[in-house]
Structure formats: structure tokens, C-alpha cells
């Protein structure tokens, strides 16, 4: 069964600092990856995708993640975090018969000042 | 183009009571799914629809809780005799395919029962 894992609950950086949130996977055949963020009382956002091409893959805000194949892994990151990231993010994959998307149990940034 | 739109935003319901929750999905997408997000917990899959037909609905509860989505209007998440455990937020999402479109999300319905 398709599935994903992110092994932190929470993630904590200073701002100005990189920032790495990670996520691995468990799919049968060429994985379709995304990663979303959740702000506080709010619905959840696209950050990106992989589907197929480059390996890192670039989305809104400034992140970007790196798809590899060989560690079945899917990080989520951005060079320099700002205060304004703290947030829960999550990593989903299409999964089951019907490839509804299947999240990960989230992981929270706090971001520092 | 609106979006996902929920409502309402916030329903307080007292135990026994029945919920009703909308969705509409953003103009040309044909596929809508729930999902469920307890306090600290992450989202959980309930249900997935298109126009007339429920797709897959393997997350949903077994009784009190049903989905629609008619020919015309919103998605209605449906929970009867609502009990404490329900309380939670529920999000709708729509696409307007399967597997690399991902989906767009509303901002929730966040239920609580009282």
C-alpha cells in the first residue's frame, strides 16, 4: 500500500537559518509526491509536487524538496527560514484504488525570531 | 474563481443532533473528497465523490455519517446523532482529475459538540 512517513512531530530552526522537514515514502511504481502547509485555522495549501523530471523540485514561498529515489525519500526545504513558516506541513502521496491522497501525520515548524 | 468554498466555518451541535456540512468545489473540478483532522492528529481520508457517485468511501464510519454529492448544488457531509467524538475539523478538497493533480482545499468546517 501506498504511504508516506514524516518521523519528526516537530521541527524547531532559527530564522535565517535552512530548514529541512522530512518525508519518506512507500509506493509501488513511480511515486507522485506533495507536500502541503497548514497555517493556523486554515485549510490546507499546495507547495509542490514531483510527478516525473528533476529531482528537486521548486514551489511556492521559497521552499523546494529533493526526490530520491534510492533513500525513498521526499525532504522538504528552504535555504533560509523567515518567522513567518511556522506552520504544519505535510507530505501526501495517491494511494489506495481510487488514489485519493494519503498525508503524512504532519510535522510543525517553529520558526525562532 | 472562489475556490473551495465551506460552510458553515463553525457548528456547535449538542449530542443527538445532526450536522450538515457543504461544499462546493472550484468551477471545473468534478471530483470532491473529505477529510477529517483531529486535535493532534493528522488528516484522515473519509470520502470521495463525484457527481452523483460515491467513488470511495472506505474512511467513513460505518454508521451515522454520509456523503453526497448531487447533480446539482454542494457536497453535503452528513453526520446523524452527533456524540462528543466527532468534534473535529473537516476539510473538503477537489480536483479536477486523479493521481497528479492534487487538490485544492477549503478552509473547514470546525465542528464542535457540546
Redesign the interface.
Known sequence: AQSVAQPEDQVNVAEGNPLTVKCTYSVSGNP?L?W?VQYP??????LL?Y?TGDNLVKGSYGFEAEFNKSQTSFHLKKPSALVSDSALY?CAV?G???????????TLLAVQP | NAG?M?NPRHLVRRRGQEARLRCSPMKGHSHV?W?RQLPE???K?MV?LQKENI??E?GMPKERFSAEFPKEGPSILRIQQVVRGDSAAY?C?SSPG???Y???????T?LTVV
Not at chain 1, 489506495?96 to 504532519?106: P, S
Open positions: 507522485y506533495f502541503y485555522n486554515r485549510g490546507l495549501q499546495f509536487k510527478i505535510f495517491p489506495g484504488a481510487t488514489n485519493k491522497l494519503i498525508f503524512g501525520t504532519g | 473551495v465551506q473528497y477529510y492528529e493528522g488528516l481520508f470521495y467513488i470511495d472506505s476539510f478538497a486523479v493521481g497528479g492534487g487538490y485544492t482545499f477549503g478552509s473547514g470546525r
